[in-house]
Structures are given as C-alpha cells and as structure tokens.
Nanobody, 119 residues
Framework: QVQLVESGGGLVQAGGSMRLSCAASGRTSSAYLRGWHRQAPGKEREFVASIRWSDGETNYRDSVKGRFTISRDNAKNTIYLQMNDLKPEDTAVYYC????????????WGQGVQVTALS
C-alpha cells in the first residue's frame, strides 16, 4: 500500500501562483509513476501532469504546458506541482496519484485539495 497526502491549495487571483505538495509513505518503491489529476464540478477527473520516479521524465496536459511544473524530491518522497499564471478554468480539486507497474495505471490516490483561481 502507498499512502499519499496532499498539501497546499486554496484561493488565488487569476494570474497568481500556487504550489501543491504530495508526500508518499508505505511501499513507495512500487510507485514508479506519480502524478496530479484534477476534477472540476460537474466534470470528469482529468490528467494534469506526471513524473517518472526513476529518471524524472515528465508529461503534461496541453492546457497547462508552460504554466505548471511537476517535480520531485527523492529524499522526502514528495512530488510538487508548481502552478503559475492560474486561470479560472484551473479551478478544481487536485488529486495526487501513484501508479505501479503491476497495475499499469494509477491505483493510489490522495484525498484531494481544492484550488480556486478567482477571475
């Protein structure tokens, strides 16, 4: 089992910045891929960004490229999502997630944190 605990989030004016953190514990060696997803009211959960733990390779959804940066701190077993130039359409609950090779998909999820960008 892998436990994920997010922190950060809150209210910010459009154009502002915010950083989310996600600390992992438990059998973290199995969590080879970690990422952020988000879900806005009335919409399905969507992928935001991911980072491969072994080499730091990253991926982003097109709408956040150039504005969001995902990074990791190996020593702290933590990933971050730096969000700049936030837009109202970025408003959502953001979830940290981890995938294992055996599952081939994200199977561990954090509790979610609210991010609201005010227009």
């Amino acid at each position: 089992q892998v436990q994920l605990v997010e922190s950060g989030g809150g209210l910010v004016q459009a154009g502002g910045s915010m950083r989310l953190s996600c600390a992992a514990s438990g059998r973290t060696s199995s969590a080879y891929l970690r990422g952020w997803h988000r879900q806005a009211p009335g919409k399905e959960r969507e992928f935001v960004a991911s980072i491969r733990w072994s080499d730091g390779e990253t991926n982003y959804r097109d709408s956040v490229k150039g504005r969001f940066t995902i990074s990791r701190d190996n020593a702290k077993n933590t990933i971050y999502l730096q969000m700049n130039d936030l837009k109202p359409e970025d408003t959502a609950v953001y979830y940290c997630a981890a995938a294992t090779p055996a599952a081939g998909t994200y199977i561990y999820w954090g509790q979610g944190v609210q991010v609201t960008a005010l227009s």
